[in-house]
């Protein structure tokens, strides 16, 4: 059975559906001119009276000019509803994100793999039991990338060091100019600066006037 929760305004409103009506619900909707607008996962643990996953599904109505939201629990563990991808085509890719996200299974989706994530991803990035902080982020400085004060540096061995005028980590028996010309090559260049191991700009000699170029 469905039940339902009330109008939005006054086009919208809710309904929740049971994981066994859905597939002939949304074939039901279909044939009244209800569209699929949109597709998602929902981790609805710690909200009071739902279970732990739905499914959400926003459907529009072109000639009512209505919106309809359609709540589907995915019970169990895998969670699983069935798939509406036979209804709707669209829904495709929005059950595979909703898979690859929250781990919610569709019962007979055509090929439902992963679409984000690698295929050898352990685990449901968008679950709430899955952790803030359980994939390492890989910092990569920038040439020039300033930083205030010390233990501001992604680099681990320059977390403790003091900056200079510059914002860059102060080195020992250099001055601060030539300290960022050597974190920035491409400033060399842009300024007409060399180093020691830049190659010397040629030296071009204007031809005669009238005198053809080889």
């Not at 969670?79 to 898979?99: G, I, K, L, Q, T």
């Amino acid at each position: 059975m469905s039940r339902s929760a009330g109008r939005l305004d006054t086009t919208d409103e809710q309904i929740w559906v049971e994981p066994g009506e859905w597939a002939a619900r949304a074939l039901g909707l279909k044939e009244r001119g209800w569209t699929l607008t949109d597709l998602a996962g929902l981790d609805t643990i710690g909200l009071q009276g739902r279970g732990a996953f739905e499914v959400v599904a926003q459907l529009l109505h072109p000639e009512l000019k209505r919106r309809l939201m359609v709540h589907v629990p995915a019970p169990g563990e895998p969670p699983m509803v069935p798939s509406v991808a036979d209804v709707w085509p669209v829904a495709d890719f929005p059950e595979r994100e909703a898979y690859d996200m929250f781990g919610i299974r569709f019962e007979g989706h055509p090929n439902l793999t992963r679409i984000l994530m690698p295929d050898e991803w352990e685990g449901y990035p968008l679950r709430k039991s899955y952790g803030v902080g359980k994939v390492a982020i890989e910092f990569i400085p920038q040439p020039m990338m300033q930083i205030q004060s010390a233990g501001q540096s992604p680099k681990p061995h320059e977390s403790d060091t003091d900056v200079d005028r510059l914002g860059q980590p102060e080195e020992e028996g250099i001055g601060d100019h030539e300290a960022a010309m050597r974190r920035a090559p491409f400033a060399r260049a842009a300024g007409g600066e060399t180093g020691d191991d830049a190659a010397p700009a040629p030296h071009l000699t204007p031809s005669p006037k009238g005198e053809a170029r080889s």
